[in-house]
């Protein structure tokens, strides 16, 4: 039985997931939810237990100095809660860890057990993979779902994947057999420069998101980091040239197949997000704790770490990496 001491009634819960390791290239996904954290000083108040699901050979804890004394962290996934302010409150349930090791059916009915507790209403994991994409057009966000009126309501994919997944797909297929709306989306990072960070995906990801749960999250300095993201690796590229040209067919395949999809519906979206900063901009900032004074257990949160500036992008490779779930992306 879980016992959620501390934790106020929610106001239309939405839990949101990010897991570090297969799905989660250039680390875009577990930034955004960590930015989430961050911006809405999100209070930890609860943890799994990582003698359950990890493998400390394969995600070894780490141990620091606080006020000179030692101390381990160890790698397991801990939720928090924030309350999203503004004319329509809502919170928003954040769960960031690693992907497991093992036992993956307890984990996820572990999550569930949360959800169920706080009352959540929809689950959204967050995912990224490879792909031959350019670093140069915006990131394709791809947004997928078993249930196929939430396909039709939300406008979704409805997933017909079949092959190896990650806890990214079994999450959702845990949401869908326990009966808990669950949607992912997915981030494509370009597999030839695919070290974190990448706040250009990470971004695209909250955009998304935003969309997706009708709710205004603050970027804070994600979208200078972002275009700072993508100069460099823009000198990058240059300095070689089989690189560049790489690079250019890209475009080309890209701009190619997305010119019949030149809609209005991507334009009114990006001037409706527009409507809603500018609105929020004048109002008062959303944000705060949803705990009382952070009353309750809480947990060690993992220190935010600092990443340094992509390195030279190899050449490319046949292997262009994973798609959704971790699988191999298929030829369309």
Same mark, same amino acid.
């Given at each position: 039985m879980i016992e959620l001491e501390g934790v106020p009634e929610l106001i239309d819960p939405v839990m949101v997931a990010a897991f570090e390791g297969w799905n989660d290239a250039g680390d875009a996904a577990s930034t955004a939810v960590a930015h989430l954290d961050r911006e809405w000083k999100g209070e930890v108040f609860a943890a799994l237990d990582a003698e359950d699901y990890y493998d400390f050979q394969v995600n070894r804890p780490t141990v620091f100095m606080d006020a000179g004394v030692r101390k381990v962290t160890w790698p397991t996934t801990r939720l928090s809660v924030v309350r999203v302010g503004g004319d329509k409150p809502r919170d928003l349930v954040l769960v960031r860890g690693i992907e497991p090791s093992m036992r993956w059916r307890s984990f996820c009915n572990e999550l569930l057990g949360f959800a169920h507790e706080l009352g959540v209403e929809l689950v959204v994991v967050l995912g990224a993979l490879l792909g031959d994409t350019p670093h140069t057009r915006p990131v394709p966000i791809s947004g997928t779902t078993s249930d196929p009126d939430l396909a039709r309501r939300m406008g979704l994919e409805e997933t017909k994947y079949e092959?190896?997944?990650?806890?990214?797909?079994?999450?959702?297929?845990?949401?869908?057999?326990?009966?808990?709306?669950?949607?992912?989306?997915?981030?494509? /990072?370009?597999?030839? /420069?695919?070290?974190?960070?990448?706040?250009?995906?990470?971004?695209?990801?909250?955009?998304?998101? $935003?969309?997706?749960?009708? /709710?205004?999250?603050?970027?804070?300095?994600?979208? $200078?980091?972002?275009?700072?993201?993508?100069?460099? /690796?823009?000198?990058?590229?240059?300095?070689?040239?089989?690189?560049?040209?790489?690079?250019?067919?890209?475009? $080309? *395949?890209?701009?190619?197949?997305?010119?019949?999809? *030149?809609?209005? $519906? *991507?334009? *009114?979206?990006?001037?409706?997000?527009?409507?809603?900063?500018?609105?929020?901009?004048?109002?008062?900032?959303?944000?705060?704790?949803?705990?009382?004074?952070?009353?309750?257990?809480?947990y060690r949160k993992d220190a935010p770490g600092g990443r340094a500036r992509p390195s030279r992008p190899p050449k490319p490779e046949t292997d262009t990496g994973t798609g959704p779930d971790g699988e191999e992306p298929s030829e369309e």
């Open positions: 092959g190896p997944t990650g806890i990214v797909g079994i999450l959702q297929e845990a949401c869908t057999h326990a009966g808990v709306p669950a949607v992912s989306l997915w981030a494509a /990072v370009p597999h030839y /420069v695919s070290q974190p960070p990448n706040p250009k995906a990470t971004l695209a990801l909250l955009n998304r998101l $935003e969309d997706l749960i009708d /709710v205004r999250i603050p970027l804070g300095e994600l979208a $200078e980091d972002a275009r700072a993201w993508q100069v460099g /690796v823009d000198q990058l590229a240059a300095e070689d040239s089989e690189v560049s040209e790489y690079v250019q067919s890209l475009e $080309e *395949a890209r701009d190619t197949a997305e010119l019949p999809e *030149a809609s209005g $519906e *991507a334009i *009114a979206r990006e001037f409706e997000r527009y409507l809603r900063r500018r609105d929020g901009a004048s109002g008062p900032s959303a944000g705060g704790h949803a705990t009382d004074g952070g009353d309750g257990p809480s």
